[in-house]
């Protein structure tokens, strides 16, 4: 079965700061897709990285970036320089197969102090 | 180009009544999944609806149901509710791309209050 886990449940950081949102994830798929979505107080979820489990390239996204490693079943997720508006709820998920059903992780809920 | 919509937004019954929520992908998605979040939790997921037929299913009971129209937008119905389903109902679409599903994309969802 699969399951994603966010030890994390709510983390508190002053503007400016870097902050690292922790995912483990457990599945017996070879062929995966991991994400993180971030939600807002209206609701909806905002999809902002995707990764397969084909590739453990690290990469860097404006102020966004990964670290995905396999060996260890972790994606974590970086936000540099945080501002206000980063403040919400993130959460991990994965699928089998892009566009399919996700299990998420319960969530870590982010709060950018001014 | 309109995102995922969903109606309504809010939604108060009463224990023993059925709900019916509806959703819109984004334009020219041809497939709709339904998620539940409890409060303080995760997503989960209930069915997934692709050429007007279930094609994947969740741990929901049968008192949750669903219903894809030709032009894919979808509703999920909810009979006998129990306290319990109060959530917020979350629908999410996507499109099989050269045989390959897009990313999904998530609307704003209904919040089901059950009281």
């Known amino acids: 079965a699969q399951k994603v886990t966010q030890a994390q449940t709510e983390i508190s950081v002053v503007e400016k700061e870097d902050v690292t949102l922790d995912c483990v994830y457990e599945t017996r798929d070879t062929t995966y897709y991991l994400f993180w979505y971030k939600q807002p107080p209206s609701g909806e979820l905002v999809f902002l990285i995707r990764?397969?489990?084909?590739?453990?390239q690290n990469e860097i996204s404006g102020r966004y970036s990964w670290n995905f490693q396999k060996s260890t079943s972790s994606f974590n997720f970086t936000i540099t320089a945080s501002q206000v508006v980063d403040s919400a709820v993130y959460f991990c998920a994965l699928s089998e197969a892009q566009g399919q059903n996700f299990v998420f992780g319960p969530g870590t809920r982010l709060s950018v102090l001014p | 180009d309109a995102g995922v919509t969903q109606s309504p937004t809010h939604l108060i019954k009463t224990r023993g009544q059925q709900v019916t929520l509806r959703c819109s992908p984004k334009?020219?998605?041809?497939?709709v999944s339904w998620y539940q979040q409890a409060l303080g939790q995760g997503p989960q997921f209930i069915f997934q609806y692709y050429e007007e037929e279930e094609r994947q299913r969740g741990n929901f009971p049968d008192r949750f149901s669903g219903h894809q129209f030709p032009n894919y937008s979808s509703e999920l119905n909810v009979n006998a509710l129990l306290l319990g389903d109060s959530a917020l109902y979350l629908c999410?679409?996507?499109?099989?791309?050269?045989?390959?599903?897009?990313?999904?994309?998530f609307g704003q969802g209904t919040r089901l209050t059950v009281v």
């Open positions: 334009s020219g998605h041809d497939t």
């Open positions: 990764r397969n489990s084909f590739d453990e």
């Open positions: 999410a679409s996507s499109l099989i791309l050269e045989g390959a599903r897009t990313e999904a994309f």
